[in-house]
């Protein structure tokens, strides 16, 4: 049975990829505990960068530190948000409502504010441990997560050219989008899927012959 270390999941897929960059800026969806929260702040300190942490419950006495501000509100209220970003970000963590349409929303609505060469991350794109009979099993986590892990690659489908994109599968998952240039994102194109279209034909041959027969 795997153990889902939030703290192994952000220091080995996201820190450990960012920890090079300088002055790093970083907006963060999602704060609870302050787990992700503690480890930006940290490489904050090592690379004199700034965090902006968001969300709707308020933490802002979770933690005392000069390279950090909170502001308590939706993470799609781009019109409290933006203001507040001053330059362009590093690193983006989609933290906060985990719902395919509402984190494609968010991946749309911050974008412009990615630097080329900076990244989003999204936790939770892994339905593996919530499958049936699975040690996390749970029918409306594993078929959430899916759908976000879909909506993901239906962006990617229309923006080939314009992102990078790796999944880690750790635990409940994380997913980075790295921006490579700074064109606009396109709409989403909706991924057609053959996996069944043998299945079907076969379906269709079968009930033609028994019309055949009749």
């Not at 719902?99 to 593996?128: A, Q, R, T």
């Not at 879909?150 to 923006?159: D, H, V, Y």
């Not at 990078?164 to 599968?169: E, Q």
């Amino acid at each position: 049975m795997e153990i889902d270390n939030f703290f192994d999941k952000i220091n080995n897929f996201i820190i450990k990829h960012e920890k090079n960059k300088k002055n790093i800026n970083i907006l963060e969806f999602g704060v609870r505990e302050g787990r992700s929260t503690r480890l930006f702040l940290e490489l904050c300190k090592n690379n004199r960068g700034k965090l902006l942490s968001v969300d709707i419950d308020d933490y802002s006495n979770l933690f005392n530190d000069n390279n950090w501000k909170f502001i308590k509100c939706r993470d799609d209220d781009s019109g409290q948000i933006k203001p507040l970003i001053k330059d362009k970000l590093d690193l983006i963590l989609i933290d906060s409502l985990h719902e395919p349409k509402h984190v494609s929303k968010l991946i749309y609505m911050y974008w412009e504010n990615l630097s080329v060469n900076g990244s989003m991350y999204i936790d939770d794109i892994s339905w593996l441990p919530y499958v049936k009979n699975n040690w996390r099993d749970h029918e409306y986590t594993e078929n959430i997560n899916r759908d976000t892990f879909n909506e993901i690659l239906n962006i990617k489908n229309a923006n080939w050219d314009n992102i990078k994109l790796c999944f880690d599968f750790n635990g409940s998952g994380m997913c980075r989008i790295e921006k490579v240039n700074n064109f606009n994102l396109n709409k989403k194109k909706l991924i057609i899927n053959r996996q069944n279209f043998l299945k079907k034909k076969i379906k269709q041959f079968y009930n033609y012959l028994n019309h055949l027969s009749k």
